[in-house]
């Protein structure tokens, strides 16, 4: 079964020091995985995915993400964190090896309340 | 915002009410969505449309009810809902159903059920 862990609810931060937001995967297959964030009374925002090729993807924002496969992570980092990046950040991954016999589910973590303190 | 488009943002329903949430998507996407968040839960999908016929019910019940008449239009019928129904419904779309490419959100409508 797939399934997307993010072990932290909240990370708080200080302006101007890099950020990191984790995530876990458990998929049978091989991954896409992806990253969105959501700010306040808004939709969620495409970030960034990972589908192949370089481990290190970079997306908008500032944000990059580093797939690992030994470690089946793919955690969310920024060198530099902002005020505006305050938000909720979603983590999801899609099994590639899933896509038969009806949809293939896009599954999402619990979130990850980001705070960057002035 | 994202190409995709929900009305109403707010909207405030007793338990025998029945409204309609819509969605619209101007971004030429085959595939459509419905998914619920609730506080403190992970997303929960809905519904999937790929192509406007519907490929994904996941175990939602039957006072929800789809409808999609076109690759660009996607409905949420609402009758005889619950409080614990109360959530942001988000709507999104994606070029294709389960594929590698990504979905893109509406804003939501924020239902309370009174």
């Known amino acids: 079964a797939q399934s997307v862990a993010q072990p932290e609810d909240q990370v708080n931060v200080a302006e101007g020091n890099p950020l990191t937001v984790k995530c876990t995967y458990s998929?049978?297959?091989?991954?896409?995985l992806f990253w969105y964030v959501q700010y306040p009374n808004r939709g969620l925002q495409f970030l960034l995915k990972?589908?192949?090729?370089?481990?290190l993807v970079k997306g908008s924002y500032g944000f990059e993400a580093e797939f690992n496969k030994s470690q089946t992570s793919f955690h969310l980092k920024k060198p530099s964190a902002l005020v505006s990046d305050s938000a909720l950040y979603f983590c999801?991954?899609?099994?590639?090896?899933?896509?038969?016999?009806?949809?293939?589910?896009?599954?999402f973590g619990a979130g990850t309340r980001l705070a960057v303190h002035p | 915002e994202t190409g995709v488009t929900q009305t109403p943002r707010h909207l405030v329903m007793g338990m025998t009410n029945k409204k309609s949430l819509k969605c619209e998507q101007h971004?030429?996407?085959?595939?459509m969505y419905w998914y619920k968040q609730s506080a403190k839960k992970p997303l929960e999908l809905m519904f999937v449309y790929s192509l406007e016929e519907r490929v994904e019910n996941n175990s939602v019940p039957s006072r929800f009810s789809p409808e999609c008449p076109n690759s660009s239009h996607l409905f949420l019928h609402l009758h005889t809902l619950q409080p614990e129904d109360s959530a942001l419904y988000l709507c999104?779309?994606?070029?294709?159903?389960?594929?590698?490419?990504?979905?893109?959100f509406g804003p939501g409508t924020r239902l309370t059920v009174l």
């Open positions: 998929v049978s297959g091989n991954p896409y």
């Open positions: 971004l030429g996407h085959n595939a």
């Open positions: 990972y589908i192949t090729g370089d481990n």
């Open positions: 999104a779309s994606s070029q294709v159903a389960g594929g590698p490419d990504e979905q893109f």
């Open positions: 999801a991954v899609r099994d590639i090896a899933g896509f038969s016999g009806g949809y293939n589910k896009l599954i």
